[in-house]
C-alpha cells in the first residue's frame, strides 16, 4: 500500500528556515516524480514545483524560485522541501503528492506557522 | 502560468446534478488533454476524482464525469450525496501544473 507520510507542524520566526520531509514507501520511490503544493489558511491549491525523482532535478513553478529548494534522499525514499528567509505570508499546510497517469498519491500535508 | 478560473461555490439538493466549471486558456486547458480533478474535505490531502478530462480512477464512482470544450473543463456530479459536499480544484499539468482557485460545493 502507497504512503506518504510528512514531518510534523513546525512554529517558525520571520527569517529562520525550514525543512519538511516527505517519506514514501509501498513502491519504488524513483519512479514518479515528487510534487510540492502550498495551501494557505483558507486558500486554495498552489503548486510549487517538482523533483525528478531519478536525477534529482528540481523545477520551481513561478513564485516559488529562491527561498524553496526541494532535494531528495533516495536511500531512504524520502523528498524534503526547504524553506528560507520564512515571511508570515509562507503559513500554509504544505503537502507533497507522487504523482504519474494514473498513480495520485498525496501526504497528510505538514503545517508552517511563522509567527513571531 | 495564471490559475486557472473556477466559480466561487456551486450548491444542489441530494439526488440533483451539479457541473462545475474551469477555465484556462488554449496554452494550458485549451490544447492539452491533460485536466484532472480533486475533492479536498476539510483538514483532508485532495484526492484525485478525474485525470486526463474524462478518466476516472479505480474506485470513484461513475456520478463523476469530467468533459471538455475550447478552453472550459468541467466537472459534472449527478445524484448529489451529502459526502459530496467539499471543495473541488481543477489542474492542468500541461508542461507544468496549474489549478484553480477551488469551487466550494454545498450539498443543501
Known amino acids: 500500500q502507497v504512503h506518504l507520510v510528512q514531518s510534523g507542524s513546525e512554529l517558525k520566526k520571520p527569517g529562520a528556515s525550514v525543512k519538511l520531509s516527505c517519506k514514501a514507501s509501498g513502491y519504488t520511490f524513483t519512479t514518479y516524480a515528487m510534487n510540492w503544493v502550498r495551501q494557505a489558511p483558507g486558500h486554495g491549491l498552489e503548486f510549487m514545483g517538482w523533483?525528478?525523482?531519478?536525477?534529482?532535478?528540481?523545477t520551481y513553478a513561478q513564485g516559488f524560485t529562491g527561498r524553496f529548494v526541494f532535494s531528495l534522499d533516495t536511500s531512504v525514499s524520502t523528498a524534503y522541501l526547504q524553506i528560507n528567509s520564512l515571511k508570515a505570508g509562507d503559513t500554509a499546510v504544505y503537502y507533497c503528492a507522487s504523482i504519474g497517469a494514473t498513480f495520485d498519491h498525496w501526504g497528510q500535508g505538514s503545517l508552517v506557522t511563522v509567527s513571531s | 502560468q495564471s490559475a486557472l478560473t473556477q466559480p466561487r461555490s456551486v450548491s444542489g439538493s441530494p439526488g440533483q446534478s451539479v457541473t462545475i466549471s474551469c477555465t484556462g486558456t488554449?496554452?494550458?486547458?485549451?490544447?492539452?488533454?491533460?485536466v484532472s480533478w480533486y475533492q479536498q474535505h476539510p483538514g483532508k490531502a485532495p484526492k484525485l476524482m478525474i485525470f486526463d478530462v474524462t478518466k476516472r480512477p479505480s474506485g470513484v464512482p461513475d456520478r463523476f464525469s469530467g468533459s471538455k470544450s475550447g478552453n472550459t473543463a468541467s466537472l459534472t456530479i449527478s445524484g448529489l450525496q451529502a459526502d459530496d459536499e467539499a471543495d473541488y480544484y481543477c489542474c492542468s499539468y500541461a508542461g507544468s501544473r496549474v489549478f484553480g482557485g477551488g469551487t466550494k460545493l454545498t450539498v443543501l
Open positions: 488554449n496554452s494550458d486547458v485549451g490544447n492539452y488533454n491533460y
Open positions: 523533483i525528478n525523482t531519478g536525477t534529482g532535478n528540481p
